[in-house]
T-cell receptor, first 115, second 112 residues
């Protein structure tokens, strides 16, 4: 079984709709992250969470919100989707006891298309 | 100037040769560096991490770090067609609340 899972894997929606992307992990990691990736670009951090009560904005949080329902679950919501939010979205986790490395492990991604 | 810069490529290398991927970073406070491999449409996969000056070897992969020159590289020996992917250079900025700074990646093509 995959350590980090994301649902749905693909989603097509219309402008103005609210959608939620979900992430679950069985790695036992404290830290979870949401990234988006646009074609030809590096990953951009949307939100990150170090534990259930610690949620932080990343570099591109506008238009997004998150919920950390449990240590293992971290959801990303688009309150009112717009076409330029069409991208590949990744959830990632890392271990607080990972020393200085902060190695992150990724889920399979959600391909989101906003029409 | 991007904080982590990579040549976008594509870099074409014959099968069996050494592939050399390079990366520069602008923040001298960066303390750790990672190389991720990403196949098209798939998630990034960690292949190497390095935090001290010098070389670190793992199988066919060698990561090199030169903090004075703010330069990181990845060497892939005996390149295989399965190594064809985009390679992402990533830095961890000291004091950044453990945020990673991602390069845009270099596309590597291994020609049989």
């Amino acid at each position: 079984d995959a350590d980090v899972t994301q649902t749905p894997r693909n989603r097509i929606t219309k402008t103005g709709k609210r959608i939620m992307l979900e992430c679950s992990q069985t790695k036992g990691h404290d830290r979870m992250y949401w990234y988006r990736q646009d074609p030809g670009l590096g990953l951009q951090l949307i939100y990150y969470s170090f534990d259930v009560k610690d949620i932080n904005k990343g570099e591109i949080s506008d238009g997004y919100s998150v919920s950390r329902q449990a240590q293992a679950k971290f959801s990303l919501s688009l309150e009112s989707a717009i076409p330029n939010q069409t991208a590949l979205y990744f959830c990632a986790t890392s271990d607080r006891t990972g020393g200085t490395y902060n190695e992150q492990f990724f889920g399979p991604g959600t391909r989101l298309t906003v029409l | 100037q991007k904080e982590v810069e990579q040549n976008s490529g594509p870099l074409s290398v014959p099968e069996g040769a050494i592939a050399s991927l390079n990366c520069t970073y602008s923040d001298r406070g960066s303390q750790s560096f990672f190389w991720y491999r990403q196949y098209s449409g798939k998630s990034p996969e960690l292949i190497m991490s390095i935090y001290s000056n010098g070389d670190k070897e793992d199988g066919r992969f060698t990561a090199q770090l030169n903090k004075a020159s703010q330069y990181v590289s990845l060497l892939i020996r005996d390149s295989q067609p399965s190594d064809s992917a985009t390679y992402l250079c990533v830095s961890l900025r000291k004091g950044s609340n453990y945020q990673l700074i991602w390069g845009a990646g270099t596309k590597l093509i291994i020609k049989p």
